[in-house]
C-alpha cells in the first residue's frame, strides 16, 4: 500500500510538471486554424456571398450598356388584311361592283436614335454610376470585414473555452489523484474524514465545472458554423495558437486609417458623389440635341380603286433641338436640394472624421491596456506554476493540508484561465484596432 501511496503522489508531480501542455483533440475530430476558418467564410458565408453579388450588380450598372452613350435601335413592321364587299362609283358615271375584294398592305421600318448632347446630365450621370460602383465596393469590403471580425471574435471564444476545458481537466485529474491519495491515508489514519470529504467536494466541484464549460463551448461552436456558412454534425477543434502582429504607433495608424478605413472613405465617396449630383441639377437648363435616322419599307395591293398598288422605300434622317425653357421650376428645386445634399455630405464627412478619431484613440488604449494585463498575467500565471509546484511537493511531505494544496490547485487554474482571456481578448483588440486601421483584410490574408 505505501508503493501505492508513493505513486500516486508521483502522479501529482507528474501532473503539475505538465499542467501548461496542449489537450490532443481525438483522431475523429477535424481540427482548422484561424487561417482555414477565415477561407471557409470567404467561400460560404451567405452575408459575403450577398456582399459580392452587390458588387457585379454596381459593376454591371457602371458600364457602358447602361451609360446612355450608345444609340437606340428599333424594328417595327407591321400586315393588314381586308375582304369586303365593294361598291365604287366614278365621276365618269361608271360604277364597278366586286364582292370579296382583297385589299393588303406590308410595312416596316429600322430606325436608329441618338441624343448627341443632353446639357451634360448623361456625362455626369454615368461619373456617379462610377462613384456608385466605387460606393458599393466600400459597402461590400466593410461587410466583409465587419463579418470576419465578428468570425474572429467567435473563434477565439470558442478557443478560450477550448484551452479552458484542457485546463479544468487537468484539475479534476489532480482532483482525482488528491481524492484519492486522502482516501489511502485516512485508511491509514494520516489524515481526517473531513479532509476526504472536502477533497470529494472539490472533486465534484470540477466535474460540474467541465461539464458546463463544455455547454459553453458547443454553444459557441454553434455560433461559429452559422458564420462559416457551413452545418456539420462532425466534431471539429480549433487552433489555439495566438500570433500577435507588430503594431505601429498611434500617428501612424491613424494615417493609414485616413487613407484606408472603410467608413471614412464611404463619407468622401458620397461627399464627391454630392457635388456629381449638383452639377447634373443643373442640365435641365441646357437644351437637348438629337440625331434620328430610319430605312422603311411598304407596299399595298388592291383589288379595287384607283390605286391598285404602290410601294415605298429608302432613307430619312434628321436632327431635333429642344429646350424647355421653363419647366415651373422643377430644375431649380433639383439644384437648391443638391447644394443641400452636398452641404449634409460635408457635415456628414466631418462627422465620420471625428468619430473615425474616437475611435481608433479607444481601440488603441484598448489594444495597450488588454496588451500589458496580458503580460502581467503571464507573469503571475508562472509564480502561480512555481508556487503550484513547491505546494505538491510540500503535500507530499505532509507540510501543508489538502486545503492548502486545493488552494494552490485553484490559484493556478484561475491564473491560467486569466491568462488565456486576456490573450484572447487582446488579440481580438488587435484586431479591432488594425481594422479601423483599414489594415485587417491585409493582415489576415
Known amino acids: ?107 416596316g421600318s429600322l ?33 466583409i470585414e465587419n463579418t470576419l471580425l465578428q468570425l474572429i471574435r467567435s473563434y477565439y471564444d470558442v478557443a478560450r473555452l477550448t484551452a479552458r476545458i484542457g485546463n479544468i481537466q487537468r484539475t479534476l485529474n489532480v482532483s482525482k489523484t488528491r481524492f484519492n491519495y486522502t482516501k489511502d491515508r485516512f485508511d491509514y489514519g494520516q489524515s481526517t474524514e473531513l479532509d476526504v470529504l472536502n477533497s470529494e467536494v472539490d472533486l465534484n466541484n470540477d466535474s460540474v465545472n467541465l461539464i458546463n464549460t463544455k455547454r459553453e463551448l458547443q454553444i459557441a461552436k454553434n455560433n461559429l458554423l452559422v458564420l462559416l456558412g457551413v452545418e456539420t454534425a462532425q466534431p471539429f477543434e480549433v487552433d489555439t495558437t495566438v500570433v500577435f502582429n507588430p503594431i505601429a504607433n ?121 496588451f500589458f494585463i496580458m503580460q502581467v498575467e503571464e507573469r503571475n500565471m508562472k509564480t502561480n506554476e512555481r508556487n503550484f509546484e513547491r505546494s505538491t511537493e510540500q503535500f507530499r511531505m505532509g507540510l501543508i493540508s489538502s486545503l492548502d494544496f486545493r488552494t494552490a490547485q485553484t490559484e493556478l487554474q484561475n491564473a491560467i484561465d486569466r491568462y488565456n482571456t486576456a490573450m484572447f481578448n487582446t488579440k481580438v483588440a488587435e484586431m479591432e484596432l488594425l481594422k479601423l486601421a483599414g489594415l485587417f483584410l491585409s493582415v489576415i490574408e
Open 1 to 107: 500500500m505505501k508503493l501505492k501511496i508513493n505513486l500516486i503522489i508521483l502522479g501529482i508531480g507528474l501532473l503539475s510538471a505538465s499542467w501548461l501542455g496542449a489537450q490532443q483533440p481525438d483522431s475523429s475530430t477535424s481540427s482548422f486554424n484561424l487561417r482555414q476558418a477565415i477561407d471557409i467564410a470567404m467561400s460560404q458565408n451567405q452575408d459575403i456571398l450577398v456582399a459580392r453579388n452587390n458588387l457585379l450588380i454596381a459593376e454591371n450598372n457602371a458600364g457602358l450598356l447602361n451609360s446612355g452613350y450608345l444609340p437606340q435601335l428599333t424594328g417595327s413592321a407591321g400586315g393588314n388584311y381586308t375582304n369586303n364587299d365593294t361598291e365604287m362609283k366614278y365621276t365618269s358615271g361608271e360604277t364597278v361592283t366586286r364582292d370579296g375584294a382583297v385589299s393588303t398592305s406590308y410595312n
Open 111 to 143: 430606325g436608329i436614335n441618338y441624343r448627341l448632347f443632353d446639357g451634360m446630365n448623361r456625362y455626369y450621370n454615368y461619373k456617379i454610376l462610377k462613384t456608385d460602383y466605387s460606393l458599393t465596393e466600400l459597402q461590400s469590403r466593410s461587410i
Open 250 to 370: 498611434k500617428d501612424s495608424l491613424f494615417e493609414s486609417a485616413l487613407a484606408n478605413n472603410a467608413d471614412y472613405q464611404l463619407s468622401l465617396l458620397n461627399q464627391a458623389k454630392s457635388k456629381l449630383a449638383l452639377k447634373q441639377s443643373k442640365s435641365g437648363y441646357l437644351p437637348t440635341l438629337d440625331l434620328n435616322g430610319s430605312y422603311a419599307l411598304s407596299k399595298t395591293d388592291n383589288d379595287v380603286g384607283f390605286l391598285l398598288n404602290s410601294q415605298n422605300k429608302g432613307f430619312s434622317t434628321g436632327l431635333s433641338l429642344s429646350w424647355n425653357i421653363f419647366d415651373g421650376g422643377k430644375t431649380r428645386t433639383r439644384e437648391l436640394n443638391a447644394r443641400i445634399s452636398q452641404e449634409n455630405a460635408s457635415y456628414q464627412t466631418d462627422r465620420s472624421l471625428n468619430e473615425l478619431n474616437r475611435q481608433l484613440n479607444n481601440a488603441y488604449t484598448n489594444y495597450s491596456d488588454l
